[in-house]
Each structure stands twice: as structure tokens, then as C-alpha cells.
């Protein structure tokens, strides 16, 4: 009856919580009208979000992907890529300093000079992933 309904589901999602979640991705596929490139997660400096796509930013090169930000994200290994605002994520190895803005914010700068923005939000989340305090 009821409760073993429950038990069923509770069973469900506790199974879910232990199973290995998926492997943080190595590569990213970049559909084009002739062939799909791979593109190492290795190489990525920077990924925005653009409407239903993202634009990977890697070496001086853009690519475009069909997918959201959040997804991509939810594959990436947070140690490595951390969001900044909610339409940026930005892969750490590549971040030289932290330039303190107005209001808490900090300007971001990548070591090939792209200048991004970090709200206080995520200046936060940043402070626990580097254990450090500014």
C-alpha cells in the first residue's frame, strides 16, 4: 500500500544521493555544419552564457555549444571552474589577480589580459574554494 510506496521512494532517492554522480567532463563537443570538434576542458579559459548556447572561450579561440551554462557547469570539477556571476564560469588556473571594484566587487583578470566581473555573491564562494580571506 501507501507506505510501501514510500519506502519505495525513499529508497529511490537514497540510491540516487550514493550513486557516483558523472565524471567531471575532459572535452566539450562543438557541433559545426561539417564535424564535431572536441575541445580539451583543459584549454578552457572561460565559458558565458548566450541565450540557449555558451560561448567557450579557449586560447583565443570562441566556441559556441548548445547547451546552458548550469548543465556545463554541473560537469565541470569545481576546484578547477568556479562561477562567477550567474553567466560566467572561469577556470582558476587562468585567473591572475583579483582587482577589488565598488561595493564588494572584484574585477577579475585572466593572465591573456580578459577582464571579468565578480560580484560579492560569488567573492564569497570563491574565499572557501582558495581558503583564503581579501
Not at 548566450?50 to 579557449?58: P, R
Not at 551554462?69 to 571552474?81: G, I, K, M, W
Not at 564588494?104 to 571579468?116: A, N
Amino acid at each position: 500500500g501507501e507506505a510501501k510506496a514510500h519506502t519505495q521512494a525513499a529508497l529511490a532517492s537514497l540510491l540516487d544521493a550514493v550513486r557516483p554522480q558523472e565524471p567531471y567532463l575532459d572535452h566539450l563537443a562543438v557541433r559545426l555544419a561539417d564535424r564535431v570538434d572536441l575541445v580539451r576542458v583543459a584549454d578552457v579559459d572561460w565559458i558565458e552564457a548566450s541565450g540557449n548556447y555558451v560561448t567557450v572561450h579557449a586560447g583565443g579561440t570562441r566556441h559556441l555549444i548548445r547547451t546552458s551554462l548550469t548543465r556545463v557547469a554541473s560537469r565541470l570539477d569545481p576546484r578547477r571552474f568556479l562561477r562567477i556571476p550567474r553567466s560566467t564560469v572561469v577556470h582558476l588556473d587562468r585567473v591572475q589577480s583579483l582587482v577589488p571594484a565598488s561595493h564588494g566587487d572584484y574585477t577579475v583578470v585572466l593572465r591573456d589580459g580578459t577582464t571579468l566581473n565578480m560580484s560579492r555573491t560569488y567573492r564569497e564562494h570563491l574565499q572557501r574554494v582558495l581558503e583564503l580571506g581579501f
